[in-house]
């Protein structure tokens, strides 16, 4: 039986996100701590714990905030004796598993993430952007569709951004241009089509400019040996042949996130349970639909926490 750590990405935070894990676990606590002390501008904890979600919402404050949730509730994890077989994040949530994997230490996490929402943030400024998830249509059919639009303007801008399972594809862009496919998916048979609420249009061509602050970013930052497998968003596989874990960053933030070929792929590697950390259950939501073979439990809270690991020592 084989074992994933799954990491949330934006959009999973919520106010009052790891209070109670803060209160009762002493590796949250010494996370989420730490990051107030590295980030002492952000308010992090007040931001946490009490909100406004508009603040709490603000990419800059989201990305270190769910990296240091996510750090203190893998090491709990891992002193309780459970350790994944592969680890893998949506968007932000790489870098999250990328600290499990031994790559980033718990310091260089959350400062990366903190930098790394701040670049997407000025990347998006100004720029009047949608981000659109298309229910019903495959990858083809909205390729298609954002491909056609295209054709008609070359001006135009709407990618394919996220592919977050069946029947499950995020279209980012221009407002008006993705509101033109959202018109032409819902003639070709989508069932919904439904806005979200994001601070850019990221996983876009539009993000180019992150991509480029991160790869001098990295230029300073030391990576570690990867300690357990890793499946990135740009492939939706492991490390590659030729491939570097730089570069799968700095493209990561302008292509699109492939969760669908990362559930894909730990199916085939023989993994039956994913470990979902991150506030809320949308990974374990995404799975459902795409996966029959693979149980999903998902840690938000410290209750979520102490029966996940109950369970999975129970189990073997």
Do not use: W
Not at 127 to 155: H, W, Y
Not at 194 to 206: C, N, Q, Y
Not at 258 to 272: A, F, N, Q
């Amino acid at each position: 039986m084989k074992t994933a750590f799954l990491y949330a990405g934006q959009g999973s935070q919520c106010a009052g996100m790891g209070k109670d894990l803060y209160e009762k676990n002493d590796f949250v606590r010494s996370s989420i701590d730490r990051a107030d002390e590295l980030l002492p501008e952000l308010s992090l904890k007040k931001v946490m714990f009490e909100g406004p979600e508009e603040r709490l919402s603000e990419t800059h404050i989201t990305q270190p905030a769910l990296a240091a949730f996510a750090a203190g509730v893998t090491e709990s994890l891992f002193a309780a004796g459970i350790r994944p077989d592969h680890v893998a994040g949506q968007s932000l949530g790489e870098y999250s598993a990328l600290f499990a994997a031994g790559v980033f230490d718990r310091d260089t996490l959350i400062k990366t993430t903190a930098f790394r929402g701040s670049e997407m943030e000025k990347a998006a400024a100004g720029i009047a952007f949608r981000m659109t998830a298309v229910l019903g249509l495959e990858e083809k059919e909205v390729r298609a569709i954002c491909d056609q639009i295209k054709n008609e303007d070359p001006s135009a801008m709407v990618e394919i951004s996220n592919l977050n399972g069946k029947g499950q594809v995020v279209i980012a862009g221009n407002e008006a241009d993705v509101m033109k496919a959202e018109e032409a998916a819902s003639a070709s048979g989508a069932k919904k089509c439904i806005a979200l609420k994001v601070g850019g249009p990221f996983h876009t061509s539009r993000m180019k400019p992150a991509g480029k602050a991160l790869e001098s970013y990295f230029e300073n930052i030391s990576f570690g040996q990867m300690q357990i497998p890793v499946l990135f968003n740009v492939t939706g596989k492991e490390l590659g042949a030729g491939e570097d874990i730089k570069s799968l960053l700095i493209r990561q933030v302008s292509e699109t996130v492939r969760l669908t070929d990362i559930l894909t792929s730990l199916e085939e590697k023989g993994v039956t349970k994913v470990v979902e950390i991150g506030p809320g259950k949308t990974i374990a939501g995404m799975i459902r639909r795409s996966c029959s073979g693979i149980k999903t439990v998902s840690i938000s809270n410290a209750d979520d926490l102490a029966a996940a690991v109950d369970m999975i020592l129970q189990e073997g």
